[in-house]
């Protein structure tokens, strides 16, 4: 049993007549990445500065390694490092002035505060941006600059609100990158982000906020069978054979299989009933007993629901009591019969958000950005 | 958030950046033991050098140090010299001292506005998880201004001397009454961190340092003595903690020793750190 780097009970902020958060419990594992995930105004960062001693909390309690983060603030304190949703850093600073002003006030000898930082500006590729202003800093050097600034003391827990909100591909990629290395120094990571791409990348667990409360918490993969889980799209060779294969795909599967309109193909669900089997897994096994049967198979894919349509099925307000069984989504978010998910799109609320379809080979991955 | 923007989104990444790879990091995040906390003063300090910092990446923003006092200065010795005095001359002996110090103490209301304007940015944010002695970003601020409050004096002075001020007290004097007047203004300046922290915007800490500070500053004995007033405006006036520091620091440096206003500028000054020391920190910690 790990440790635990953040436990929440019940947490609540109110600001004015808006329960901006409301009732939240969080336990979050030491040594890992927790993605918070939620859209603009669902209570993250309100979260995020609770946790960090920004802001008190009007209901329930938090704890930050055991200690409260009001009553043993200062302690707290001692343990975190907060990079916010705008840069951290002072705009009218250098790189260099910015780092050698924290180092300092983390007690940092002038000679030593001087020597990290330039560690820090070398490790982050800043160092010819050492002597210019931060406002004259790009997106992505502003992060860098940022999180080098959260480092300076290794911290315990690293609070990283949106880290990624408004950066270009290569920039994100960059901070992503810096974010595993952290974490692989046995730094715990609390991501708050509303792209669930980056959720997914990062994060081992993560909980959905929408509303100031949360709807749903869990591995990625609990999250994703939560939703309704995978769906195996085979195209056969002989359309004459189908019947014979919906028979193999249903036995193999113990899942709905349908029949799609094109005559050589046919979509199953893959949810794991029933079996301790991942769905590549079972979508192997399901290609290994069509070949006995002696059904050849011209295509084969296995897609994984995206936390696109994870997030929307839960934000669009379904009723999360309804999440394990997979037909509970039909009517919520409209995608139509079971398994209706097939590649011929029909997805419904997922295609709002993001036109690429979510799916991708074996792999299982979401859609690369 | 005022001042951000000028060609942020003029360079892209640089494509050669690579992150740190793991061993690398692993070197900079080794768990070497933690540095001890740094210390009042220190922490305190090292905001003060961010001040200086600041003065140094913005230098016009010693506009309102140099110019405006200088203004001053000129403007109301030759507007009320003649008239009120008899000559210039005579009239700069007396308005010197306390054109300084009216001068200094409306100075002090920038700083209600910066830290109105900083405490919106991310930093803010940062400064307030680290683990240091809460008040020590305030009392940086107020360090950083005390600078600017020395120049300003410098200045002042520097003007009055070349239009025949002549400080009885000699050196010694002078810097006794500008060491009161930067005590004086570093406490009186903890109403502005609080009206900085408790308004919403910039505009908002403008309007009411004017509303606090003309009065304050108008209604002392800067101008005049206040016997020509009418006894209600003496009352106000007389108790004005800005008549106090103006005679002390007249006094101090015409080369007499004022025990009675300087007890009673010290007892102000004491009084606004304790009560807006401590209703800024309130704010701050609750923000």
Redesign the interface.
């Known amino acids: 049993m790990t440790d635990l780097a953040i436990e929440t009970e019940g947490l609540v902020k109110v600001f004015g007549t808006n329960r901006a958060v409301d009732g939240v419990d969080l336990r979050v594992p030491a040594g890992t990445v927790y993605g918070v995930l939620g859209p603009n105004g669902a209570g993250k960062t309100t979260v995020v500065?609770m946790l960090?001693?920004?802001?008190?909390p009007d209901g329930g309690r938090a704890g930050v390694f055991g200690k409260d983060v009001v009553e043993d603030a200062?302690a707290v304190?001692?343990r975190?490092?907060?990079t916010?949703?705008?840069?951290?850093?002072?705009?009218?600073?250098t790189g260099t002035?910015n780092l050698v002003?924290?180092a300092?006030?983390?007690?940092?000898?002038r000679p030593?505060a001087r020597e990290r930082s330039a560690?820090?500006l070398a490790?982050?590729?800043l160092e010819e941006a050492a002597d210019r202003?931060i406002?004259?800093?790009?997106?992505?050097?502003?992060r860098?600059i940022d999180i080098a600034?959260s480092?300076l003391?290794?911290p315990d827990l690293l609070f990283l609100d949106e880290p990624t909100t408004g950066?270009?591909p290569?920039?994100r990629n960059?901070v992503?990158?810096?974010v595993?290395?952290?974490v692989?120094?046995?730094?715990t990571v609390l991501l708050t982000t509303q792209y669930l791409d980056e959720a997914d990348r990062l994060a081992s667990r993560i909980a959905v906020i929408d509303h100031g409360k949360v709807i749903a918490e869990g591995t990625k993969g609990e999250l994703k069978a939560s939703v309704g889980s995978g769906s195996v799209h085979v195209r056969l060779r002989d359309p004459g054979r189908r019947h014979e294969a919906e028979r193999v795909l249903r036995g193999a599967l113990r899942a709905a299989v349908q029949l799609d309109p094109d005559p050589v193909a046919l979509t199953a669900t893959v949810d794991g009933h029933g079996t301790d089997l991942g769905a590549a897994e079972q979508a192997a096994r399901v290609l290994a007993e069509l070949a006995r049967a002696g059904i050849t198979v011209d295509s084969f894919a296995l897609g994984q629901p995206s936390l696109d349509e994870v997030f929307l099925a839960l934000t669009d307000g379904a009723p999360v009591g309804e999440k394990d069984t997979a037909e509970g989504k039909g009517p919520v978010d409209g995608k139509g019969p079971a398994g209706g998910k097939g590649p011929a799109g029909g997805k419904g609320p997922a295609g709002r958000t993001r036109p690429a379809d979510g799916k991708s080979t074996a792999d299982g991955k979401g859609p690369t950005a | 958030m005022t001042?951000?923007?000028?060609?942020?989104?003029?360079?892209?990444?640089?494509?050669?950046?690579?992150?740190?790879?793991?061993e690398?990091?692993?070197e900079?995040?080794?768990?070497r033991t933690?540095?001890?906390?740094?210390g009042a003063l220190?922490?305190s300090m090292?905001?003060g050098?961010?001040a200086m910092?600041?003065i140094k990446?913005?230098p016009e923003q010693l506009f309102d140090v140099t110019a405006f006092p200088i203004m001053l200065v000129l403007m109301y010795t030759y507007l009320f010299g003649g008239a009120l005095a008899g000559s210039i001359s005579s009239y700069v002996q007396f308005l010197l001292p306390g054109i300084l110090v009216m001068s200094v103490v409306m100075i002090t209301m920038y700083t209600g506005v910066s830290v109105n304007t900083d405490i919106e940015?991310?930093?803010f944010?940062?400064?307030?998880?680290?683990?240091?002695w809460r008040p020590?970003p305030m009392v940086g601020y107020l360090l950083g201004d005390v600078v600017r409050y020395l120049i300003a004096s410098a200045v002042m002075l520097t003007v009055g001397v070349i239009i025949g001020y002549r400080p009885g007290g000699g050196l010694p004097g002078v810097l006794l009454g500008i060491a009161l007047l930067l005590v004086f203004s570093f406490s009186f300046s903890w109403i502005w961190t609080m009206f900085g922290l408790l308004l919403r915007s910039e505009k908002s800490v403008m309007g009411v340092s004017m509303m606090v500070i003309f009065p304050l500053t108008f209604l002392s004995n800067v101008f005049v003595d206040p016997r020509t007033m009418p006894g209600w405006l003496q009352a106000f006036v007389n108790n004005n903690p800005v008549t106090h520091v103006a005679s002390a620091v007249r006094e101090l440096m015409a080369g007499g020793w004022p025990g009675v206003d300087v007890a009673w500028s010290l007892g102000w000054s004491a009084v606004f750190v304790l009560v807006f020391g401590w209703v800024t920190m309130r704010l701050y910690n609750?923000?």
């Open positions: 500065k960090a001693t920004l802001l008190r200062d304190r001692g975190v490092s907060l916010g949703q705008y840069a951290s850093v002072d705009e009218d600073l002035e002003l924290l300092r006030l983390l007690g940092h000898s030593a560690q820090l490790a982050f590729g202003q406002k004259n800093y790009s997106g992505g050097m502003r860098r600034a480092i003391n290794t950066l270009d290569r920039s960059q992503w990158d810096i595993r290395a952290v692989a120094q046995g730094t | 001042t951000v923007s000028t060609g942020k989104d003029t360079r892209t990444a640089d494509p050669d950046f690579e992150a740190p790879r793991a690398e990091l692993a900079l995040l080794v768990r933690r540095p001890p906390r740094p220190s922490a090292t905001f050098w961010r910092l600041k990446h913005v940015k991310g930093v944010d940062r400064f307030r998880t680290l683990p240091i020590a609750r923000r």
